[in-house]
Each structure stands twice: as structure tokens, then as C-alpha cells.
């Protein structure tokens, strides 16, 4: 396992405070990491960081290993909160008491319930930064640019919660409310730019997006093909077609960069501008 015991998730979670059988938390660990593998991380980096280390060899995984251990140690800790003070007996449900400590009241429980999901998408940010900067050219990790979850995570340009946030209108609340919107942000994209600018070469910008390979002219498309999605997932679609009529013109202004939108229908119809920051004839 990447983080396997208390120990471990106490240098995250110094209210940690435990002293129980380290087996009791175990499986919130392995669940927590079952969870950041299918969401993030994918089972070739998995595999990457749990090859044991030999005393006294040189991790070279180190960084990505901390940002790991510390979203699973959160994750862990959010899901064990509600039970971890629960015992089932043959007459049913206690609290279970420690005269050592005084019981925590319900509002600072809640408090901590709800700062949990905040600090645990500001954490998964970083580590997706870390992996989009580390998986570029010779970078140690591109082969996690060959994985299901990379491939989901951009399939909106906006594989950041925060990124996310800065657009949508209402905002997501939780890294799940994100990671849910992302399909259908990508397929709410692609039908509103195939009127504009054509499927084939929002396609093709996510292949330059998620090889590294794009120019500033094709990153100020992508602002506003990201714009377009997201906006038409939150069901503004007056937003949604404003921003895709300016990826259209940004392709416009530079038609040779855009090779798929050259050769579509789209390239001469429809007859759309905009004026004032106003969609006009829109056919």
C-alpha cells in the first residue's frame, strides 16, 4: 500500500490521534486508495510507488509519494469520522468513551466534516499539477498521460477542481460533484462547437492539449472550448455559444492552425459574430 498506517497519516493529520490496533484504520486506507486510483492516479503509478524501497536506496519517487500518502490519509480520515466512535454491540449501537479525552461536540465534528473535502480537492490539485509537469517530454511519469484517468480528467480542458470553479456558475462543492461533470462538460462541448468550429478539431486540440504540444493560438481556443463545455453542462447556454462563437473567431484569425475547422462546414457557415460581447446573427 502506499500509506499503510497511522503513523504514516499522522504527519498530515496531526489531530490523529490514535493509539488503537493500527488494523482498525487499515481499510480506510486501502479504500482511500482504491478511490485516488480510479480518479486520479491510475494503476501504472500505483504500481510505481509500491515497489518497496530497500534500506538505505535513494526514493526517487519521494515527492509524488508525499502528495499520494496525504490525499489517501485525508480521504481515509473522511470516510472513518462518522463510525470511528461507533461500536456495535449485541444491544446495539454505543458511543464508545475515553476517559483520557473529552468527547468533541457536533459542531466542531461538522466543522471538520466540511473543511475535509475542501482541503482534500486543493490537495488532489496539487498532485495533478505535479503529474501534468513531471509527465511532459522526458519526464519520469508520461506514461500516466497514457491512462484512463489523465484522458478523463482533460476530456474538458479543465482537469483541475479549482480551474473548474473559476468557470462554473454554480460551483462544484466537492472534488465528486467535479469528477462527475467532467463527461458530460466534454460532451456538451463537442455539440456545442460542432456548429461552429467542428467536432474533428476539438478533438484534435485535446490530442495537442494532452501531448503538450499546442501554441498560444490553439491555448486561446481552448480557453474558450472549456468556457463553452462547462457552461453548457450548468445549462447556461446563451454563455455557451457566446464562447464557442469566440473560439470560432480565434480560428479565424488563424485558419492554418486549425486545419480540421479549415475543412469543415463550419469554416463558411454559419454567419456569426460577435457584437458588444452579444452573439449576433445567429442562424
Known amino acids: 500500500m502506499i500509506l499503510s498506517n497511522i503513523n504514516q497519516a499522522q504527519q498530515f493529520l496531526p489531530s490523529l490521534n490514535l493509539t488503537l490496533d493500527n488494523d482498525r484504520f487499515k481499510d480506510f486506507f486501502r479504500r482511500a486508495q482504491e478511490w485516488l486510483v480510479s ?20 526514493d526517487f519517487h519521494a515527492d509524488l509519494r508525499l502528495l499520494c500518502q496525504r490525499v489517501i490519509a485525508e480521504k481515509a480520515l473522511l470516510d472513518a469520522i462518522p463510525e470511528m466512535d ?59 498521460r497514457s491512462s484512463e484517468q489523465f484522458n478523463y480528467l482533460t476530456a474538458a480542458f479543465v482537469p483541475l477542481f479549482e480551474e473548474y470553479n473559476k468557470i462554473a456558475v454554480p460551483k462544484a462543492k466537492t472534488y465528486e460533484d467535479y469528477y462527475s461533470a467532467l463527461e458530460t462538460a466534454h460532451r456538451e462541448m463537442l455539440n456545442v462547437a460542432d456548429y461552429y468550429v467542428s467536432k474533428a478539431e476539438v478533438e484534435r ?3 495537442l492539449y494532452r501531448d503538450d504540444e499546442t501554441l498560444q493560438v490553439h491555448r486561446t481556443a481552448i ?23 469566440q473560439a470560432r473567431e480565434t480560428m479565424l484569425g488563424s485558419p492554418d492552425s486549425f486545419p480540421e475547422f479549415k475543412a469543415s462546414s463550419a469554416y463558411n457557415s454559419p454567419t456569426v459574430n460577435l457584437n458588444g460581447g452579444k452573439l449576433v446573427n445567429l442562424l
Do not use: C
Open 86 to 144: 461507533m461500536q456495535l454491540t449485541e444491544a446495539g449501537f454505543a458511543v464508545q468513551n475515553n476517559d483520557d479525552f473529552s468527547p468533541a461536540s457536533s459542531q466542531r465534528v461538522d466543522r471538520l466534516l466540511a473543511k475535509m473535502p475542501e482541503r482534500i480537492a486543493q490537495d488532489i490539485d496539487g498532485l495533478v499539477r505535479f503529474l501534468m509537469r513531471y509527465s511532459t517530454g522526458n519526464g519520469a511519469y508520461g506514461y500516466w
Open 205 to 207: 486540440l485535446l490530442e
Open 39 to 58: 480518479h486520479v492516479i491510475g494503476t501504472d503509478i500505483e504500481e510505481t510507488l509500491e515497489i518497496d524501497m530497500g534500506v538505505g536506496q535513494d
Open 223 to 245: 480557453v474558450f472550448l472549456k468556457f463553452a463545455g462547462v457552461a453548457a453542462f450548468n445549462g447556461d447556454m446563451p454563455r455557451a455559444r457566446n464562447a464557442a462563437v
